[in-house]
């Protein structure tokens, strides 16, 4: 179906995205960081980005920042991931990110969401 990136510095979470969506038909690739996520990105061209807001080494903002500087990236839809509240992030993130997904999330949720995202 489509290849996704997951940028999440929690395994607990980052595995649990990787088997729902692996066992969806999906192909995942992992980053544990907004750094390691640019250099997955250029790797893999996935075909969406599902990140965490708060990460050590680059956090989400300054990820989506960097990615969308790139003209090759700037249509990759993304979803980004956080325990504060949607309006809580907007100021740091607004108008990068194509869909907000609140921790903790229900599997049901965030496959619905890609779905309506990559068809």
Known sequence: MARILVIEDEFGIAEVLQSALTDA???VV???NGQQGLERLKETRPDLVILD???PVLDGPGMLKEMRSVPEFDNIPAILMSSLPEPAIMQEAGGMYNRFLRKPFSLRI???MINSIVG
Do not use: R, T, Y
């Open 30 to 32: 992992l980053a544990i």
């Open 25 to 27: 038909g999906h192909d």
């Open 53 to 55: 807001f708060m990460m």
């Open 110 to 112: 965030v496959l619905e």
